[in-house]
């Protein structure tokens, strides 16, 4: 099993609805991210979680919220999608050394 | 605001050196790290380095970080068709990864 799962790994989605993307972890890390890559722009932070009581915002938190349900889980719920939230997903983990994250496969989303 | 830069674009030949060069923001960044992505995966981290180091050698790969001028590269030697994909800088800052927008490596056979 991959150390970090993301799910759905593809999803298309109308305009309006609300959609949850779900990441679990099995390295044992505290740190939990939210990242979304469009091209040419490279990797933008939505939200971040040290512990499973803390959620913080990142550089593009408006439009999404997240849940962080316990260690190995945090999730990225779009309460209304627009079709510029279009992007590829990728949920991260990282210990407190900071030595590098380690990425899902990604979950790339589509709204129409 | 300031964002890590780097070219989006290199081609070689297999068998060449591939020479991937990154700028990045913060002078007070305490680690620098390089990511490879291959199609329809996540990132992968290869390699990353201290701040008060100059180089880091690691098989085919070399960093080499200029404090100086906030300039990070990273060297692949003996460039193989497998080493096709995005390679991603990074700086640690803070609480946050920033991340640049990616080089996009071809080797030609």
């Known amino acids: 099993d991959a150390d970090v799962t993301q799910t759905p790994r593809n999803r298309i989605t109308k305009t309006g609805k609300r959609i949850m993307l779900e990441c679990s972890q099995t390295?044992?890390?505290?740190?939990m991210y939210w990242y979304r890559q469009d091209p040419g722009l490279g990797l933008r932070l939505i939200y971040y979680?040290?512990?499973?009581?803390?959620?913080n915002k990142g550089e593009i938190s408006d439009g999404y919220s997240v849940s962080r349900q316990a260690q190995a889980k945090f999730s990225l719920s779009l309460e209304s999608a627009i079709p510029n939230q279009t992007a590829l997903y990728f949920c991260?983990?990282?210990?407190?050394?900071?030595?590098?994250?380690?990425f899902g496969s990604g979950t790339r989303l589509t709204v129409v | 605001g300031e964002d890590v830069e780097q070219s989006l674009f290199l081609s070689v030949r297999e068998g060449d050196s591939s020479v991937i060069n990154c700028t990045y923001t913060d002078s007070s960044s305490t680690y620098l790290y390089w990511y490879k992505q291959e199609p329809g995966a996540g990132l992968q981290l290869l390699t990353y380095i201290f701040s008060n180091m100059d180089m880091k050698q690691d098989q085919r790969l070399t960093v080499l970080l200029n404090k100086k001028d906030k300039h990070l590269s990273l060297r692949i030697a003996d460039t193989q068709t497998g080493d096709s994909a995005i390679y991603f800088c990074?700086?640690?800052?803070?609480?946050?990864?920033?991340f640049g927008a990616g080089t996009r490596l071809t080797v030609k056979p």
């Open positions: 979680s040290f512990d499973v009581k803390d959620i």
């Open positions: 991260a983990t990282s210990d407190f050394q900071d030595y590098g994250y380690t």
């Open positions: 990074a700086e640690r800052n803070n609480n946050d990864m920033r």
């Open positions: 390295k044992g890390h505290d740190r």
